[in-house]
Structures are given as structure tokens and as C-alpha cells.
């Protein structure tokens, strides 16, 4: 295969189990995409070099192609360690911070984490900071940002600086509980539902008004059935509802102030479920596509990593 | 074998997941005892009847000695269902509800459990009622009974009546995210701790000033071992801080009056933990054996089913 004529550098967005790159042109637009499970986990096995390596070929890019990566590739377990960046951070100092993956045949560079090195609050994100630069690095003013996901993340920004932010385990434990517990029993055989669901939005409503009664209200998904008939979707959308109502409760003690814009970067159900969630809790939310955010990020490193 | 010349009944206690049995004399002591792991789950395979006659048989009990249940054995899924008592509920008429187990050549009662069938706040128990009954069913005034395990109860109590209750899923959740989380590996190797350990304590506190941000708290057990080098030890010590803060903070909503006595049904190492937690909520607690709560509660429903 040849690698098309315009192509000017790979950008990968490297997670914990899960792999996406793609094919940059001159102006910006994508190429081509490849997505794999071959995520950290995965790649810490067989070789990051080799999966990375296996999806260029695969998309004819040139032996020389330079590439930018963010995510759990540049975690300690990872490929190279990429380090972090302390808060408070501008998003534009990431770039400075990217480590070169040594001993390879092509430029490889793998963007740093942010740290918040706080005695109460310590946390950590990697690969949300280059969804960060991508969707709200250049923006100017204080905003939210929500980051849906197994470890959702909620991040004040103000300037292009990264002030503070806050990570939730809601996904997980809404996966762990919703597998593992005796909620398993409540929710098996749960079809479809969205953010419109009245259990969705009664749970949301729930979680925040109290939300020092979770694992009450969480008990609450199988007792509704017992008592109440309730069914398994029903269960499992109350169940998704106190999850996120819980996190909605916890993150919007991050700003005082509640006109502060959100800027809501997810893409797939999180996106509706959370935009519905978060006009449920009084919020205005604009939406922005976590993939596009991901991929203009790693656009904008790779601009300042090899000036045209 | 021969039946104890003093043997009046057995009495048991069959939950989920464990059972177990005693032989009661004619002033109530316990002539023998035994314990196993054939709860619900198991029994519902193997037979009710088989398990219980061969404990009894093993105790040298006689073939007419009656025997007195509680827990989960009277659930739907169990031996014989033995429905619920709706709150709120006099101790004292659990005994009024159980349940004859049929074509058994003995005399074999099951107690229900209670049911709260609030629309918001539906909740069940099976077992701990007879704790309760055994606990605090004779006392006079208000208080809160805390009975912390795998599904913890907080129940409030006036003069024998169980007014409302709530489940907090703390023991499960902890057991769950701690096995099957990505702070697993944050809790892999801990050695014991009690609840004077520090990190517990520190967690009790900042999860009871802040439940909303309970998720978030909960990612920091990991976080703070990335950025501040935690130990194993630390961390579980801090994950089950957590979880007790958290449950705390939301059952103290029960009761507006801070001088409500509260009553810690426990035994094992959660007793040390919530008293210490409880301390540490500026809530006196008086500690009561669970052990001894359910076979004082067993022996009561016995006496007034069987009057000497």
C-alpha cells in the first residue's frame, strides 16, 4: 500500500483498552482511522511498537511519518513514561512537556498527563488534558467541563488554563455494581433507555437533592422491585441516574457560581444522558464530540511539534 | 447421640450466605452451637430440610425438639416465604406472622422480615428485625439501632415500634470496589488495620463533610498512592473510611435530634470500626453483641410461641 500523497503526521489516542489512530493531512482533515481493543493492557504484552507500527502499514503510512499519542501509553506501566504537568496548568505547555520514544525509526512523541498534587484532592488525568486543548484550550473566559466516562472527569478552565479538577468512578462503579452486586439481579434483561427515561431523571433529581443517601439509594434499585414491582430497565436506568446525579451533586461544588458555562466533551449514550441529566440539575451544557476534541488536540501538539 | 436432658428448642439463623444454629435450655443458655456456610443460596440446592435435620442431628437433638428461624430463609427464593411485617411495626408481633413450615415432623417457624413500602424510600429486612428484638424490642424512648455488615441497616426505634430504616449497600460496595476496581490494585497486599488508623479516620471525616463528592473520594484512594506514595494498608484503611463516613452522613438524616442514643448491633472488626466511626461523627454509641442480639430475639419469638 502507499501512504496517501498528503498525509503529514499519525495522531493516536492510546487508553487503557481501547486504541484509535489516525491519518493526518495538510489541512488538518483525517485521512484515515483504525481502531483496536489493543489498548495499554493489551500493548504492554505484545509490544507497543509492533501494534503501532501494525496500523501504519496497515493505513500505507511512510516509514518516516511522525506521530503524536496521548493517553495510558505515556502512563508509568506504559510505553515511556510520560510524566504529568502540574496544576494549575495552560494547555498550551503540554506540547513542552511530550517525551520522544526513543530507539525508533520515526519521530514518536507521546504528550504528558495532568497531576493535581494536592494534600486532600490529589488526581490525575491522561488523555483528557489533549480532549482539553482540543475542545477549550483557546477559548477564553471560566468554564466546566465534563468528561463522561468509566472515570469521569470534571475540570474548571479558565483562559486556556486548567485551574483545578476532579475525577468520579461512576462508570466503573456503575459497571462493577451493575455486574458484581446483588443489583446484578435487578438489572439483568434491561433493554434500552436515554436520558428521557422518567426513572433516568427521578434518580438524577434524587442523588442530588441527597446525595449523603447513595448507597441508600442504590439499595433502593432492588427494593423498588421487590416492593414495588419495579422492572430491570427501569432498575437500570434509576441505577445509571444516582450515578450521575451523585457525581452532578459532587462536581458542581466546584464552581460557586452557577452560571458558569459547561462544556460537555462525550460522544456515543453518555452524550445524551448527560446532556439530559445536566439540564435536569439546572445546567446549560454545550455539547462538543469527545473523538473530535481528542483529534483536534493531538492536531493542535502536532502543529507546534513540526511547524509546517 | 442424646439430646441435652435441658434442651428446649433450636434456634437459627439462616442468612444469604451463612447458617447457624444453637440448642436452647430451659433458661435460655446455649447448650451447643453450630456454625456453616449453607445459607440460602446453598440450601436452596441442597435442601432445607436436609441441612437443618443434620445439624440438628449432630447436636443430639431429639426428633420433636421445635426450632425457631430467622432470616432469609424465609424469603421467596428461601424455604418456606414467611412475607414481610410494614413498617411501622411492633417488635413484638413479628412472632404473630411467622410461619409454619409444612410436612415437617417437627414444629419448624419462620419469622418475616420487615417491609418499609414507601413509594420514595422502599427497603426490606430479613434477620436483623430479630436483632432488633432481641437488642433493644424492650427498651423504652427513641434510639438508632446501627447494624453495619454487607447491606447495613440504620433503624429508627420508639418503645419496641420500628418507625422507618434505611439500607446503605456499604459492605458490599466496599467488597465489590475493592476486588473488582481499578483500586484493587491500590488495596492488593493491605495489611490489618483498626479503626484508629489515621487514614481511617481522616476518611470518615472528609466523606461525612462531603458525601456528594463520595465517587471522587473514592478515586483518590488511587490517586493519592500515584502522587503521594500511600500504602496498600493506608489505602484500604481509607476505602473502608469512605464507605462508613458516607453510610453516616446519610443515616443521621434520620433523626434531626444529634442526642438520639444510638445502639451499634455488631460484632468482629466492624464493631471496632464503627464505634471508632461513630466517635469520630460525635455520636455516643453503646455496642451490643449481634450474636447475642439474634439468639436473644430467637429465644424471645420462642417463648411466646412456645409458653412453658
Known amino acids: 500500500m502507499s501512504q496517501p500523497a498528503a498525509a503529514r503526521y499519525a ?8 486504541f484509535r489512530i489516525w491519518l493526518i493531512g495538510e489541512t488538518g482533515e483525517a485521512l484515515g ?4 481493543a489493543e489498548g495499554m493492557t493489551t500493548a504492554a ?21 511522525p506521530v503524536v499519542i496521548c493517553g495510558m501509553a505515556g502512563a508509568r506501566q506504559g510505553w515511556v513514561e510520560a ?10 505547555d503540554i506540547v513542552r512537556h511530550a517525551v520522544v520514544v526513543p530507539d525508533e525509526r520515526r519521530d514518536i512523541r507521546i504528550l504528558p498527563g495532568l497531576a493535581q498534587r494536592d ?8 488523555g483528557e488534558e489533549t480532549q482539553l486543548l482540543g475542545s477549550v484550550g483557546a477559548l477564553s473566559g471560566t ?15 479558565t483562559d486556556g488554563k486548567v485551574e483545578r479538577f476532579s475525577t468520579f468512578m461512576s462508570g466503573e462503579l456503575f459497571d462493577v455494581v451493575s455486574r458484581q452486586s446483588i443489583l446484578s439481579h435487578a438489572v439483568a434483561d434491561a433493554g434500552a433507555f436515554d436520558g428521557t427515561h422518567p426513572a433516568f431523571v427521578a434518580a438524577v433529581a434524587e442523588a442530588m437533592a441527597n446525595p449523603a443517601m447513595a448507597t441508600n439509594l442504590l439499595f433502593t434499585v432492588r427494593s423498588g422491585q421487590l416492593l414495588h414491582g ?13 450515578m450521575i446525579g451523585l457525581e452532578i451533586a459532587g462536581a458542581t461544588t466546584m464552581t460557586a457560581d452557577a452560571q458558569t458555562p459547561v462544556s460537555l466533551v462525550a460522544s ?32 493542535a501538539a502536532a502543529k507546534a511539534l513540526w511547524p509546517a
Open 83 to 92: 510524566g504529568y504537568l502540574d496544576t494549575p496548568a495552560a494547555l498550551s
Open 11 to 18: 495522531a493516536a489516542d492510546w487508553g487503557t483498552s481501547s
Open 268 to 299: 456515543g449514550p453518555l452524550a445524551g444522558l448527560y446532556t439530559q441529566a445536566l439540564t435536569a440539575a439546572g445546567l446549560q451544557s454545550e455539547l462538543v464530540d469527545a473523538d473530535e476534541a481528542v483529534r483536534d488536540g493531538l492536531a
Open 119 to 126: 494534600a486532600v484532592r490529589p488526581d490525575v488525568m491522561r
Open 45 to 65: 504484552k505484545t509490544g507497543f511498537s509492533a501494534v503501532l507500527e501494525t496500523h501504519l502499514e496497515a493505513m500505507g503510512a511512510s516509514a518516516t511519518l
Open 230 to 242: 419495579h422492572g430491570a430497565t427501569e432498575a437500570k436506568a434509576r441505577l445509571s441516574g444516582l
Open 143 to 157: 468554564r466546566l467541563v465534563c468528561m463522561p466516562g468509566t472515570h469521569s472527569k470534571w475540570v474548571r478552565v
Open 33 to 36: 482511522e483504525r481502531r483496536s
